[in-house]
């Protein structure tokens, strides 16, 4: 297993070319599936909009019949008879509303509201995007510092191995230190497996993210740039609020529903007035006899009863609109909490990154005397294990720390809307 692994990983190395952040992120925006899924979507409400709008316009209609069999009652002499015969009727037909108390003009806002409201989708499903891209991206980077770290654990504790061997052959040491010198070798040679494993899943994501068949690599040195520049101080909390509820395309959205609730439950509430509209129609007849039939005038129809079937519907669209706005106010509440959090996550692993490299430093120094008082019989394997483990522990929560960094700044700018005017490049 671990053969194969390794194998893998040098096709990807072998093969791969260096992948810039922003290269990967214009990949995805391109290619991936949602962001096409979002298009379809604005073009499908583009087309409610334009469905919307044709009842503005007059509809005419061709109508056609015909009977090979027709009873025709006819009046003679004070009596009916009837004759069979054959008969087809055409005629052409036309009708246009002319007046609804705007309710037409209410279904037509409502459904460009909802186009607005597939547009600002798509704007969240390329953030969204954009944010998996610099996850996977970056997590690949955090990956392969573990895995070096887990090398560098390997050779060292390889070393004091064969140190510990050559110091028991001349009565030095006992086996009780090579063996805790190799378990930890064997430990660290696992963890590096390990490692090696799970950035070749995340770079499998990454590749279907960007819809790319080639095997990719990332710049090492723009993890650690990245994460050194990201940085946001907040003295206006209120400021930053007011900014997520204008910019944030979620609540953007929220606010067109909302809106296109509010216009269905205006053009709902006015079915019960009625309409007005203009007909005409022209046709031919023939049976027994041709003749040209025509008519034009204006029809007006008002629903007296039906089974209070539009009074739920009043009711129901009234709901509907309460329930548009409490959303808009939950979600509203937790993006908040969410971009809170992520600004102080933000400060809090600046701090974290200073005090690891500070521990990296000290436990450096420290390591290297008690590798040299080790070896000269002043210090115990206990002594040199303690001080690997805390530096193996430092630079895996520095990386951590630059990892987390970068995931809370990236939350932030797709919280913010940022993602698309390379706020987040």
């Given amino acids: 297993m671990k053969t194969t692994i390794i194998f893998l990983l040098l096709i990807y190395t072998l093969h791969a070319q260096p992948l810039?952040?922003?290269?990967?992120?214009?990949?995805?925006?391109?290619?991936?599936?949602?962001?096409?899924?979002?298009?379809?979507?604005?073009?499908?409400?583009?087309?409610?909009?334009?469905?919307?709008?044709?009842?503005?316009?007059?509809?005419?209609?061709?109508?056609?019949?015909?009977?090979?069999t027709k009873t025709i009652v006819m009046?003679?002499?004070?009596?009916?008879?009837?004759?069979?015969?054959?008969?087809?009727?055409?005629?052409?037909?036309?009708?246009?509303?002319?007046?609804?108390?705007?309710?037409?003009?209410?279904?037509?806002?409502?459904?460009?509201?909802?186009?607005?409201?597939?547009?600002?989708?798509?704007?969240?499903?390329?953030?969204?995007?954009?944010?998996?891209?610099?996850?996977?991206?970056?997590?690949?980077?955090?990956?392969?510092?573990?895995?070096?770290?887990?090398r560098k654990s390997s050779e060292f504790y390889k070393a004091q191995y064969v140190q510990a061997v050559q110091m028991r052959e001349v009565g030095l040491k006992t086996q009780a230190d090579?063996?805790?010198?190799?378990?930890?070798?064997?430990?660290?040679?696992?963890?590096?497996?390990?490692?090696?494993?799970?950035?070749?899943?995340?770079?499998?994501?990454?590749?279907?993210?960007?819809?790319?068949?080639?095997?990719?690599?990332?710049?090492?040195?723009?993890?650690?740039?990245?994460?050194?520049?990201?940085?946001?101080?907040?003295?206006?909390?209120?400021?930053?609020?007011?900014?997520l509820s204008q910019n944030n395309p979620q609540l953007q959205k929220l606010r067109m529903s909302i809106n296109r609730d509010k216009a269905l439950s205006h053009a709902i509430s006015k079915q019960s007035y009625g309409s007005v509209n203009l007909v005409a129609a022209y046709g031919y007849d023939n049976s027994l006899s041709s003749y040209d039939t025509s008519q034009i005038g204006i029809r007006g129809s008002i629903p007296l009863y039906d089974g209070e079937k539009l009074d739920t519907e009043t009711q129901k669209s009234r709901i509907a609109l309460s329930l548009a706005q409490k959303e808009y106010e939950n979600t509203e509440r937790a993006l908040w909490q969410e971009l809170y959090d992520a600004m102080i996550d933000l400060n809090r692993f600046d701090e974290t990154i200073t005090a690891k490299e500070g521990v990296m430093s000290?436990?450096?120094?420290?390591?290297?005397?008690?590798?040299?008082r080790y070896a000269q019989g002043l210090a115990t394997y206990i002594d040199v294990l303690e001080s690997q483990n805390v530096l193996e522990n430092a630079r895996i929560a520095h990386a951590d720390a630059k990892l987390q960094k970068i995931r809370s700044w990236v939350k932030i700018q797709r919280l913010l809307n940022k993602g698309m005017n390379n706020g987040m490049l």
């Fill in 20 to 68: 810039k952040l922003e290269r990967a992120v214009e990949m995805a925006l391109q290619s991936n599936p949602q962001t096409q899924a979002a298009q379809l979507r604005v073009q499908s409400s583009q087309a409610d909009t334009k469905a919307a709008k044709s009842a503005l316009h007059p509809r005419i209609d061709l109508n056609g019949e015909y009977y090979p």
């Fill in 75 to 150: 009046p003679t002499n004070g009596t009916f008879s009837t004759r069979q015969t054959d008969a087809f009727h055409t005629d052409i037909s036309a009708s246009y509303s002319l007046w609804d108390f705007g309710r037409n003009d209410n279904i037509i806002e409502a459904t460009r509201y909802a186009q607005e409201g597939s547009v600002t989708d798509k704007v969240s499903v390329q953030n969204s995007l954009i944010e998996q891209v610099w996850l996977q991206y970056t997590n690949i980077a955090y990956l392969e510092q573990l895995i070096d770290t887990a």
């Fill in 178 to 243: 090579e063996s805790r010198f190799k378990a930890s070798w064997l430990e660290a040679d696992d963890h590096h497996s390990a490692a090696q494993a799970q950035k070749a899943k995340v770079l499998m994501a990454l590749e279907l993210l960007i819809s790319s068949d080639v095997p990719v690599t990332i710049d090492q040195a723009d993890f650690d740039r990245r994460s050194n520049a990201l940085t946001m101080v907040v003295e206006n909390a209120p400021a930053l609020r007011q900014e």
């Fill in 362 to 372: 000290a436990t450096q120094k420290a390591l290297s005397l008690m590798r040299g």
